[in-house]
């Protein structure tokens, strides 16, 4: 007879097989659906597979094995790569290619076929310490691409909302306590773990899936390998580099022609108007002004809402916000209190 542990250890399993179905049913009737999107939906009909393999147990007349507790393991550490291969494709679209698919999810193939002709304990062990440390530095390489990639959309971009990857860290710190509670489970097996790790795994997904569907894909160069060499290039370019001649031609595009009101702006879009390239616009506001295009924009939007404040009292913040070209209300409130040191309502309540 089935003891109540082991029936709410079942009825969270059926909870996140149900989940991922949900997910991928919706992510599958997507329309124009990115590349990261597709990855994704790839990812979670792979954790409905894993749900479903592990209901093997619930037909009558399976009996717990080592062996076959085993072999079903053994599948459970393909999660990690396929993890991979969509966090790898949101921190550098286009990253991921066949070759590379391959590259990342054959060992873990071979692992488990091995696994499955030589029931060998020790084999067993070496397996999962293999998954343990390959998910390990997949985190890590991952934690600190989400950090280049955020200063690349702040050198690029007068917005971040749809593109920073911030989500992301905090995604990897979970995605760390997630991977340590997969491998204590794998040594101390009990129906409470079991459940623990299924609610578990539908609030990591859900989280993820969540901002995902927000996130804008952008064009960038590699972050998990050229992101180096294109700074060490653009370092160079610099240095063979003439004056900014182009300094007073900026100056005049954002005060007099008021490119900053656009909310998509772009560094593309700065540089084609004052005739110059992206590259060297870059460097010049790094560089010379030390500043990022991200800053340096909504500085004069900034400066714009702040004679709004005070001379249209009528309008509320949030129109304000619009009317500058900040293209969310929470992106204006960041930049006014980092460059005013007070928020908009102080600011005009300041200036009454």
């Not at 250890?9 to 909870?15: I, N, V």
Request: proline share 3%; with cysteine.
């Amino acid at each position: 007879m089935e003891t109540f542990p082991e029936n709410i250890a079942h009825f969270t399993h059926g909870m996140a097989f149900m989940f991922f179905i949900f997910v991928g049913a919706h992510l599958y009737w997507q329309q124009n659906k990115s590349r990261l999107l597709w990855f994704l939906f790839y990812e979670v009909i792979f954790f409905a597979f894993i749900e479903m393999k592990d209901m093997v147990y619930l037909i009558e007349g399976v009996w717990y094995t080592d062996y076959l507790t085993r072999i079903l393991l053994s599948l459970d550490m393909w999660i990690i790569p396929f993890t991979m291969l969509f966090l790898f494709e949101l921190m550098s679209p286009g990253w991921i290619t066949v070759r590379r698919t391959f590259t990342l999810i054959t060992p873990s193939i071979i692992l488990s076929l091995l696994l499955i002709f030589i029931p060998s304990d020790t084999l067993f062990h070496w397996v999962t310490a293999y998954s343990l440390l390959l998910g390990v530095i997949a985190l890590l390489v991952v934690f600190m691409a989400s950090a280049r990639y955020d200063n690349y959309v702040k050198k690029n971009f007068s917005y971040t909302k749809g593109l920073s990857v911030s989500w992301v860290r905090t995604t990897i710190v979970i995605l760390f306590l997630y991977l340590a509670l997969w491998f204590f489970i794998l040594q101390y097996e009990n129906w409470w773990g079991d459940a623990l790790y299924y609610l578990v795994t539908i609030a990591v997904w859900g989280f993820i899936y969540f901002y995902t569907l927000q996130h804008a894909v952008i064009e960038m160069p590699d972050i998990l390998y050229r992101f180096r060499k294109e700074e060490v290039a653009s370092k160079e370019s610099e240095e063979n580099d003439c004056p900014y001649q182009f300094a007073e031609t900026l100056k005049q595009a954002m005060e007099k022609d008021k490119l900053y009101l656009n909310p998509k702006l772009n560094i593309t879009d700065v540089a084609s108007a004052i005739s110059t390239n992206r590259t060297y616009l870059s460097n010049y506001l790094n560089k010379h002004l030390d500043t990022t295009f991200y800053d340096y924009v909504n500085a004069f939007r900034v400066e714009m809402a702040c004679e709004l404040l005070v001379n249209e009292r009528k309008q509320t913040i949030e129109q304000i916000a619009e009317e500058c070209g900040f293209n969310s209300l929470s992106t204006f409130s960041r930049s006014f209190s980092k460059i005013k040191r007070c928020n908009p309502s102080e600011y005009r309540n300041h200036h009454q």
